[in-house]
């Protein structure tokens, strides 16, 4: 599912930044915020959450966009409007720790952290992401190396033993 709605978000920004764009007035430039479409770079996950987040905020105002533009027999009519409400945060641990995670200098406190930060989905509003994601953390837990990683936290300056105990975030 996931898959899909990223690959609908990448076609959308796609045809957006493809098709005729309307200037904007220089009297309008200060009244509002412009918030411009971005393209996800195939090598960084960080801009692959920041477009689909900001194609997010701009949903309301596409809708709206399609529906004054578009017939109701648009084919991009119907689809915008059955655009799946995903929760594009979801993206954002998988895509810093993905980030974080793919040099060849990353230190196994950092890699914890990011497991940590992904921990997150415990709390999940949709119970089947809930329980999958924290059996794909669990598998993944169980499947390396525990005391290395553990070690390597409390040996970071910066951590020590403050991820654990009562005074734990």
Known sequence: MTAVIAEDATALIAWINNHGKKVISQDRLGSIVILAYLVANLTRWTTHFIAFFRLFLLRAALQLAVLQNRSPSSRLRRHILEWPRGRPRDLEPICLGTNINHKDSTR???????????????DH?????????????????????QPAFLA?????PFEKLSCFGLNAI
């Open 152 to 156: 390597a936290l409390i040996l970071n």
């Open 108 to 122: 196994l406190d950092q890699v914890l952290l990011t497991i940590a930060g992904i921990l997150r989905f415990a």
């Open 125 to 145: 509003p949709e119970p089947e992401v809930k329980k999958a994601m924290l059996v794909r953390l669990e598998k993944r837990w169980n499947d390396c190396d």
